[in-house]
């Protein structure tokens, strides 16, 4: 038999040429690694999301996605919560990780449905003193960090920590939005963060007279931020669609499937 | 130096046990622990008496020994400190060869027949290194088994100087007549194979894992079985073992001589006392060379680092690798050596002087085969990361504080996931181990899409119809009237505009104090002042005469 020992793929061994040639070879061969990296490449800056969020998130020079080292604010009366998780999954899924402060009430179900990898997902609880040395150790080495502030930052608090997310590229989501108006609220970023989503309109189907059951949310979605690189602009967007996903509003006839109700029968 | 024709070279090699906490410097009776990530890395003889060993994780070391002492592993601490062997072993033979700090190695060729053969050379060699561990890091007793082994080939004499160490608590060195290694390693478990790479090389750790599973736990029934089939089932790797296994260790065959002029120096004006401002040259010296050897399609796994003073002292090392040295790992070592030199041998009266001059050289080469990291590296590189950030994290708030997410099943919105401590999840940098969502029917429960908010605690509501009688449900599940106004927790009340259920659930019913029965409503309340097409969605729940607001999807 063989000795597979010996065998090795390897330039030394099947390259006759000698020298020059073989080095412009591996030259070669090392910018086809770099080109065929996935990993977010230091130039673009970008971390990828959901196909269907990219509409939301365009930068001028055509690169779709969270912009490393930028803060994100999510805001609504109602739907913030399930855009902020799904602006999450697209890093998730391809390899970065995400941790979640100060929102003990997500639901994680939710999450999954959504495309967001839960096996890269942290959530962290400190107390509300500890909470800015903690976003901040997070940011070091978290490409996502979601955060909802029950007690306001404070200015100095909310540009150290911009600063801290510039520095290592990482991206912070200020998770804001009303709850349907429930519960406690979360308070916003003092200052303007870089982009600024706000669900303006969310408008469920599925429910009839006690029938059915709650299908989709068509919500507007308003695009804002300072920056400059961002035109105030409104997208539709199913948030989340039939299967608990986001996708792009279909054409309105025939997609909302006719209920019939139930009638008792003695 | 090429030896596949020759055989294996007979080797000395020295080793450790738990460097890390020789390096820390206290005395040895003490538990002292160090960890890397949260995880035990290596723990002195105080602290293996008191049950503890490397790889539990800090909280399980701390409850089988409270008083344990804990450290982070400082690696430049260790090369600092294992100067004080490699010094004592360089009166014996010119070139030392270090894998790593805590283990050393040197071809006896030379040196025993100069100090008259092998069994006089390792009995002085370790007599040497106890007195110089004992005079310098452990306050006149020695504060490590040491292990001395000659063997045939330097993996065996590894594998053999462990087995002294562990064995004897390394009181007389080990010396393996050529041709019988073979022999000693047979009794060996398999994974003493790895020889303290598994930690640094998953695949030699998922071999070595097999192997025992397959039913071949020593080494002596690893080496019985013919090569032609190892080969087959196991490939280069299993290769390698299975010639280390029988005794018949040999360089890797595509090992080369390095080109003579691949050498890089560097003149450091004016002498560096600093070992970070030689580091600084060092570590340009180290791109240089890595770049020299890439352009050649080559990569390093030996290297030889000369240091030399103004007045003449002169250091040379060899710093072996298992894989291939980067330039970062050229750098890293070229600063442990300037560094152990710099501080201990200063104080042991060998170096006089700044460092003036600094050199290079390849000693042993390999095709570069592909990049280090594994060829997508970005995801486990992120994963290794985020746990050490964790470990800092858990630091400032307590290990209970830091949670992912688990899937358990349930049927009320929130119960199908719960948050664990970080910790107790295996295999945290990402995959593998975790229950996985199934797609079990769950009758009760609430259709996808989930919602994205789940309150911990529910919050108390109030759901009346239009008369503004409280709405129920029946026994049957049947609805007592269509809900049309509803109030959370005592605010304004709020228009139902669409509503849909019951969802009846009725759990444990054979437990008289476990027995819960809910039923469920999906609603859908208007912004009170707001477009009536502007409604968020809720889960509310009924539950002996009281609703609750369970969920809201927002």
Request: hydrophobic share 40%; aromatic share 4%.
């Amino acid at each position: 038999m063989f000795d597979t020992g010996r065998v090795t793929a390897s330039i030394a061994e099947h390259d006759p040429a000698p020298g020059a040639d073989r080095r412009s070879r591996v030259e070669r061969l090392r910018a086809l690694v770099d080109r065929t990296r996935p990993v977010t490449l230091a130039e673009q800056r970008v971390l990828p999301v959901l196909p269907t969020l990219e509409q939301l998130l365009t930068t001028g020079a055509g690169a779709a996605g969270l912009r490393r080292g930028s803060v994100v604010g999510v805001a609504g009366y109602s739907g913030a919560t399930t855009l902020a998780l799904a602006l999450a999954a697209g890093p998730t899924r391809s390899g970065s990780w995400a941790a979640f402060v100060g929102l003990p009430e997500l639901g994680w179900a939710a999450a999954e449905e959504l495309g967001v990898d839960l096996s890269r997902v942290v959530v962290v609880r400190p107390t509300a003193s500890a909470r800015p040395t903690v976003v901040a150790a997070l940011l070091d080495a978290f490409d996502v960090v979601v955060v909802g502030f029950d007690g306001a930052p404070g200015a100095v608090e909310a540009r150290r920590l911009a600063a801290r997310a510039r520095e290592r590229g990482s991206v912070l989501v200020v998770v804001g939005g009303r709850i349907g108006g429930v519960g406690r609220s979360r308070r916003a970023w003092p200052t303007g963060t870089e982009v600024e989503l706000t669900v303006i309109e969310s408008t469920w189907s599925g429910l009839e007279e006690g029938a059915g059951h709650l299908r989709q949310r068509r919500a507007v979605v308003e695009v804002g931020g300072r920056g400059g690189w961002q035109r105030a602009r409104r997208v539709e967007l199913l948030l989340p669609g039939p299967a608990g996903q986001v996708s792009v509003v279909e054409e309105r006839s025939g997609a909302d499937a006719v209920v019939t109700p139930l009638r008792r029968v003695g | 130096m090429p030896s596949s024709a020759s055989g294996p070279v007979r080797t000395l090699a020295v080793w450790c046990a738990d460097w890390p906490t020789v390096a820390v410097g206290r005395p040895p009776g003490k538990p002292v622990v160090v960890l890397q990530a949260n995880r035990v890395v290596a723990a002195s003889p105080g602290a293996r008496a008191q049950g503890v060993t490397p790889g539990l994780r800090v909280r399980e070391a701390q409850a089988r020994c409270p008083s344990v002492e804990t450290h982070e592993r400082d690696v430049e601490r260790e090369a600092r400190a294992f100067e004080v062997v490699v010094s004592a072993l360089e009166q014996f033979a010119p070139r030392i060869e270090v894998a790593e700090p805590g283990r050393c190695a040197v071809p006896t060729r030379g040196p025993s027949r100069y100090h008259g053969g092998d069994r006089a050379l390792a009995g002085k060699v370790l007599e040497r290194v106890r007195t110089e561990l004992a005079a310098h890091l452990g306050d006149g007793r020695v504060p490590c088994a040491v292990g001395v082994a000659v063997a045939d080939g330097p993996r065996a004499a590894a594998i053999a100087a462990e087995e002294a160490a562990l064995h004897d608590g390394g009181r007389r060195p080990l010396v393996v007549p050529r041709g019988a290694t073979a022999e000693l390693l047979s009794g060996l478990p398999v994974e003493r194979l790895a020889g303290g790479r598994a930690a640094a090389d998953p695949a030699l750790d998922e071999l070595t894992s097999v192997l025992r599973r397959l039913g071949l736990r020593t080494v002596g029934r690893f080496a019985a079985l013919g090569r032609p089939d190892v080969a087959a089932r196991f490939g280069t790797l299993g290769i390698e073992l299975h010639r280390l296994a029988r005794g018949e260790e040999v360089e890797p065959p595509d090992v080369a001589e390095p080109p003579a002029d691949l050498r890089v120096t560097a003149a450091v004006d004016p002498p560096a006392d600093r070992v970070d401002r030689a580091a600084f040259i060092a570590k340009a010296l180290a791109d240089s060379l890595h770049a020299e050897l890439a352009g050649r399609g080559l990569a390093c796994t030996r290297v030889r680092v000369t240091a030399e003073t103004e007045a003449g002292d002169r250091i040379e090392r060899l710093w072996r690798h298992e894989g291939a040295l980067g330039a970062a790992d050229i750098a890293q070592r070229v600063r442990w050596q300037l560094d152990g030199w710099l501080s201990t041998g200063r104080s042991l009266g060998r170096c006089t002087g700044g460092v003036s001059r600094l050199e290079l050289a390849p000693d042993q080469v390999v095709a570069d085969t592909g990049l280090q990291l594994g060829f997508w590296g970005g995801a486990s590189e992120a994963g290794e990361r985020a746990v050490r950030a964790l470990a800092r994290v858990q630091a400032l708030v307590g290990a209970e504080a830091v949670l992912v997410p688990e899937w358990q099943g349930g049927r009320a919105p929130g119960e199908q996931y719960r948050l664990v401590p970080f910790d107790t999840v295996p295999h945290p940098t990402g995959g593998g181990g975790r229950p996985r969502r199934d797609e079990a029917p769950w009758p009760g429960r609430l259709p996808t899409p989930a919602p994205a908010v789940v309150w911990a605690a529910p919050l108390p509501a109030e759901v009346v119809d239009e008369e503004g009688r409280r709405v129920g449900v029946g026994g049957r599940g049947t609805i007592s009237a269509p809900p049309r106004r509803c109030r959370v927790r005592g605010g304004e009340w709020s228009t139902v505009r669409a509503w849909a259920g019951p969802w009846c659930v009725e759990e444990r019913w054979w437990d008289p104090i476990a027995h819960r029965r809910r039923a469920r409503l999906q609603v859908v309340l208007g912004e009170p002042g707001a477009h009536p097409s502007t409604g968020a969605a809720h889960v509310l729940a009924l539950e002996a005469g009281q609703w609750w607001l369970e969920a809201t999807y927002d």
